[in-house]
């Protein structure tokens, strides 16, 4: 079975800070995906970033960045120069191909970005 | 495109009343999933199909809810009887990515239920 932890339940910051979520994963597959989403408090859910498995480059596009870490199952999500905007709960997800791609969730991290 | 269509956004319903839940998912998709958002159990999934035929029913908390699609562009959630427990957000998702893209799945705004 398959498993997302987030630790932090809330974490609040200025505007302009930097603001880093963590993710655990659990999974016994070697092919894996693993997602952030965002939640607004208008409620709808917004696919972020995507990494596969077999890819364990780290990126960067526009404010967002990501670390991935096979060796310690963990899939952190870094939002640089926060703004009110970013305000928003955020899930990390996982899900495998031979398990027809259903993700599993986190319980989901809530921002708060003060102006 | 028009995304992932959910309808209705609100329904209030009373005790015992059937609720029917729609979607509509991206032309072109080929998996749909039905997720169920409550404060006590998170992010659910409820089911999903693969090219219309379901493939994973297991989340589905009881008989008292069916789901169907038709055919490649709807889908229905049903409650019948439906009960104040199964007050949350429904999501409606489809994907329909490559294995390199993951299959990222989009969802829709979400139905929010009350049952009084």
């Known amino acids: 079975a398959q498993k997302v932890t987030q630790a932090q339940t809330e974490i609040s910051v200025v505007e302009k800070e930097d603001v880093t979520l963590d993710c655990v994963y659990e999974t016994r597959d070697t092919t894996y995906y693993l997602f952030w989403y965002k939640q607004p408090p208008s409620g709808e859910l917004v696919f972020l970033i995507r990494?596969?498995?077999?890819?364990?480059q780290n990126e960067i596009s526009g404010r967002y960045s990501w670390n991935f870490q096979k060796s310690t199952s963990s899939f952190n999500f870094t939002i640089t120069a926060s703004q009110v905007v970013d305000s928003a709960v955020y899930f990390c997800?996982?899900?495998?191909?031979?398990?027809?791609?259903?993700?599993?969730f986190g319980g989901g991290t809530r921002v708060l970005v003060k102006p | 495109d028009a995304g992932v269509i959910q309808s209705p956004r609100h329904e209030v319903t009373e005790m015992g009343q059937e609720v029917t839940l729609r979607c509509k998912p991206i032309?072109?998709?080929?998996?749909l999933f039905w997720y169920r958002q409550t404060m006590m159990r998170g992010l659910e999934l409820l089911i999903y199909f693969n090219n219309n035929v379901p493939i994973d029913d297991s989340g589905m908390p009881e008989d008292r809810f069916s789901a169907k699609m038709p055919n490649a562009s709807f889908s229905t959630l049903k409650i019948q009887p439906s009960e104040p427990r199964d007050s949350a957000v429904y999501f409606c998702?489809?994907?329909?990515?490559?294995?390199?893209?993951?299959?990222?799945?989009?969802f829709g705004p979400g139905t929010r239920l009350t049952v009084t």
């Open positions: 990494r596969n498995s077999f890819d364990e």
């Open positions: 997800a996982l899900s495998i191909k031979a398990a027809g791609n259903k993700l599993t």
């Open positions: 032309s072109g998709h080929d998996y």
């Open positions: 998702a489809s994907s329909g990515g490559s294995r390199d893209r993951g299959y990222e799945q989009y």
